[in-house]
């Protein structure tokens, strides 16, 4: 990577007024009426972040729980946990593995590759503004970095700016207590920022230093989201002191081998 552009100030600003977005909508073109009510027109450099509930309310992914027939393995599940059979089961189907289990909550490597709680299947913010009725859940986004992929396609082609983007999702951590954001889809923008080799203040190259540079935005993003009834999901970057390029989420997903804590 180039060196960083000396910049001195990242300027997060959330888009207002953006409505509920229900299945079927047209994310692009809501962004970019939230672009212009925040005043802004976008520009090279510049990322948008965006919720993942709002990208996986546009493509679809609500499901009706009345339709989810649960496995043995998820009566069995349910019954550990006191979570209900159907949640179990969602669960279940979006991951890979099951890591840990407890009262309430159900740990698990997602198909995507990260580790979380529930497999990011949600109750909260879901029913509101979608026209359901009954018990519906929402799922994380099929594939996040091809919704990331859509979404700086036609931001770019509207703006004729270069953009990154990036889907937001909130998740615990272990060994802290708290949720934070964190990137499960990009497109434009590097995942992982590799220091190694560059000097540092003394003139001594760095050794070890890789940066989960998309975390970090999404953590940063994350602060303006919100997590209740902000109505705040997506966030203009402006600023970012490292250029744009193609990246993927394949850079931070930490191998096997070189885990220490499975």
Partial sequence: MSAAVQAERLVLTALPDMPLVRAGDDLPALILAGVGRAGLRLEDGDVIAVASKIVAKAEGRTVELKGVAPSDRALRIATETGKDARIVELILRESREILRIREDLIIVEHRLGFVCANAGVDHS?????????????LMLPEDPCR????????????????????????????????????????????ALLDLRGRPDLFGD???????????????????????AAEGRPVIHVRGLPYPLREGSMEEVLRPMELDLFR
């Fill in 147 to 190: 919704s990331a992929r859509s979404l700086r396609e036609r931001l770019q082609a509207e703006s004729g700016a270069s953009l990154g983007v990036l889907v937001v999702d909130s998740h615990g951590r272990a060994w802290r207590m708290g949720t934070v954001g964190m990137a499960i889809g990009l497109a434009g923008l590097p």
């Fill in 205 to 227: 190259k760095l050794q070890v230093t890789q940066v989960g540079l998309a975390d970090e935005l999404a953590a940063a993003a994350s602060i303006l989201m919100g997590q």
């Fill in 125 to 137: 913010n879901v029913h509101e503004g979608q026209g359901l009725d009954g018990e519906w859940v």
